[in-house]
């Protein structure tokens, strides 16, 4: 991509109404735009990100043989009355009328939906277990919607509804989901604990939020150094393996301020292995029984001939809100760094272009061409500004790698940086098996 080209409204001045890092930057860089209270329009760079992190999010839900499917925004009213959360649910839930008069919402979460999609499908034991998901815009009425992306009334979300016969297997179905958020964790290059939590609104007996150190985060964290130290490459996806680790996270001391009590943490952790922080909550999963199968009537044949409620969970990640809390991680400063695996582009090519020498740039759209062969996906600066401009811009911007043509490049050999640190002279071919590898 060019960047002349690319849709990137990039502002100097620090936004008065952004308060954390991951507000001011999105919006310095051109990747939101507010649109009202807590609703923003997702621009190019931005959404180029989300989408990414949302792919990972998928492979690895569709790892664990989750189904994706695609719900609506907007849900009839009448099967929220059925399960008795129309009313009790609060002012969070944007309620609207179609033109026939019909109570409809816009929703907040499916568990109501997805429970009325399986009891009018599934019929027989011999279905189970299912394990279906999607990712979908949720709209929730927060009263101070803040810090842009992070806490606002429109997000982009996973969730996924697993179904079983009994507690036993549905506790399969958790630990399946838990280590997959490991792992999904794992690869946007994030460390996220994963804390025994209260149910809240959803209800059940079984919850673990995931949360991510960051100064800026709203949950206070009390946990033990240790759980950083555990190995996901040690375990499986065998349900043996799968119910060790969750015992062994669950073994090491890790609540936030719900839960927290001075006395234990001080029995249990060691001062010096003692951290006290705050975190984002990027994930939440739960385990409800037959919270919401029970009241809309979703029950299947069983093996013995008898009816029987199905078991449910519900299990949620916030990819919009990702995008926010890896920046709040990572950043540096005023630099954005993206993990790789996430970020908008690869690599950047920076030239130091002069209306009357064309041979940087003309060197920098050969680099190009060569890596767009490569499928390595390249931003090039053809913007004829000063190279101190160029550097700001592109520190801002956060993308990992920068090939720098300037004084220093030779006939093939250019200068190659990571961002935020020292540069080193490659030839292409080995600046070509840096960026793949």
Known sequence: MLLSKLFIPITKD?????????????????MIKQSSAGIYSWLPLG??????IEQIVREEQNKIGAQEMLMP?????????????????????????????????????????ITEIFRSSVKSYKSLPQMLYHIQWKF??????????????????????????????AKKSYNKMFFAYLKTFNRLNLKAIPMAADTGPIGGD???????????????????KKIFEVDLNEYKSDDVSLETIRKKFSSIYAVTDEKFNQKNFNEKVKKSDQIITKGIEVGHIFYFGDKYSKPLNCSIDSQDGKK??????????????LVGAIIEAKYDNNIMKWPQSVSP?????????????????????????ELKKQNIDALLDDVDENMSAKFKKHDL????????????????????????????????NSIIEKLKN
């Open 14 to 30: 620090l936004p008065s109404e952004a308060k954390i890092k991951s507000h001011q930057l999105m919006l310095r860089a051109g």
């Open 47 to 52: 959404l180029k990100v989300m989408k990414k």
């Open 73 to 113: 925004t907007i849900q009839s009213a009448e099967i929220w009355k059925e399960s008795g959360r129309y009313n009790d649910y609060g002012e969070e839930m944007l309620r609207i009328k179609d033109r026939q008069g019909r109570e409809m919402l816009y929703g907040p979460t499916n568990e109501e939906l």
């Open 140 to 169: 929730r009425d927060e009263v101070r919607p803040r810090f842009g992306v992070m806490r606002c009334r429109e997000f982009f979300m996973k969730d996924a509804y697993s179904f079983d016969l009994n507690d036993e297997e």
């Open 206 to 224: 079984l919850s673990h939020e995931f949360i991510i150190l960051a100064e800026t985060g709203e949950s206070q964290v009390y946990a033990d």
């Open 308 to 321: 029987d409620f199905v078991k449910m969970g519900s299990y949620g990640i916030g990819v919009s809100r």
């Open 345 to 369: 582009y690869d690599v950047v090519i920076i030239p130091n272009i002069s209306k009357n020498n064309k041979e940087n740039f003309n060197k920098a759209n050969k680099i190009y061409t």
């Open 397 to 428: 911007i956060g993308v990992p790698f920068q090939i720098i043509i300037g004084s220093k490049s030779k006939e093939n050999n250019f200068e190659f940086k990571e961002i935020n640190k020292e540069s080193e002279m490659l030839n292409l």
